[in-house]
């Protein structure tokens, strides 16, 4: 049995290739692979989102990530290929990559898996990156999809 988390964005496109990376990576394991799409929420977008919905009260979080365009494509493509998958929707008060940490602490997660974009060294430097945060801090290895995967 294993567990990977894939966190998901607002780009269907992105997404689509990391899944489809998930599925040629894990392939033998399929059988026993549990992949969790997560999409992380700040305070005001669990607000928006749920402002947003046409639904009465006030909707969990892994209802309003599944709601979600990324993790939607996401989880269609890897439950069309097989694989175990479930949206999950978590909440942060800091930076989105101590979420994403958080993420695959809770779910016991094996491995995570995230998408990579062109961004020059000074990029970087000036808005900052999920991405590296990640892999610099996660206790557990950070599977990269290159850009044009």
């Known amino acids: 049995m294993s567990t990977v988390l894939l966190p998901a964005n607002h780009h269907s496109q992105w997404i689509s290739a990391v899944a489809d990376a998930v599925l040629e990576t894990e392939a ?10 997560a999409h992380v929420f700040d305070t005001a977008e669990v607000e928006s ?7 009465s009260g006030r909707a969990k979080l892994d209802e309003l990530a599944s709601r979600k365009t990324g993790v939607s494509t ?3 493509r890897l439950d069309d290929a097989g694989v175990t998958t479930e949206a999950r929707g ?3 008060d800091g930076e989105p990559a101590d979420a ?3 993420a695959a602490d809770e779910i016991d997660a094996d491995r995570v898996y995230m998408y990579s974009r062109k961004r020059s060294p000074a990029g970087k430097a000036v808005f900052g990156s999920t991405l590296q945060q990640v892999v610099l801090n996660a206790a557990i290895p950070v599977v990269v999809v290159p850009p044009q995967y």
Request: net charge negative.
């Open 28 to 37: 033998d394991a399929q059988t026993g692979l549990t992949t969790v799409v």
């Open 90 to 92: 978590f909440q942060y």
């Open 74 to 76: 996401a989880v269609d």
């Open 100 to 102: 994403i940490i958080d």
């Open 49 to 55: 989102t749920n402002d947003n919905l046409d639904i």
